[in-house]
Nanobody
């Protein structure tokens, strides 16, 4: 399984940005995909996750109400829509997937086995 994140960039606080994660290999429609982020000097932080069907999602409290995860199974792509971006949203954003099918979405980095290379999101004032 390979994941490729893209769409990052530099935006102003309050702006919106959508990042994408294209997945190859595995059975995408069964695959949970999670989003994480890591700021310089910080641990990798859970952002949210989506089930294979797209019917279940979970979000970190820090992004709830501002970020939305969706997926297009026909395109093997998961999206992270980020609205009302804050300065502290600045980080490298990673998408990740677990090795096995499961019902539990997960939120800890060690619960995900395959990782994309990350895309930089920079929010400035």
């Amino acid at each position: 399984v390979q994941l490729q994140a893209s769409g990052g960039g530099s935006v102003l606080a309050g702006d919106s940005l959508r990042v994408s994660c294209v997945v190859s290999g595995g059975t995408f429609s069964n695959m949970i995909v999670g989003w994480f982020r890591q700021a310089p000097g910080e641990d990798r932080e859970f952002v949210g996750a989506i089930s294979g069907s797209g019917l279940s999602t979970s979000y970190a409290d820090s992004v709830k109400g501002r970020f939305t995860i969706s997926r297009d199974n026909a395109k093997s792509t998961v999206y992270l829509q980020m609205n009302n971006l804050k300065l502290w949203d600045t980080a490298v954003y990673y998408c990740a997937a677990p090795m096995t099918d499961r019902y539990y979405l997960g939120y800890r980095p060690h619960e995900f086995d395959f990782w994309g290379q990350g895309t930089q999101v920079t929010v400035s004032s």
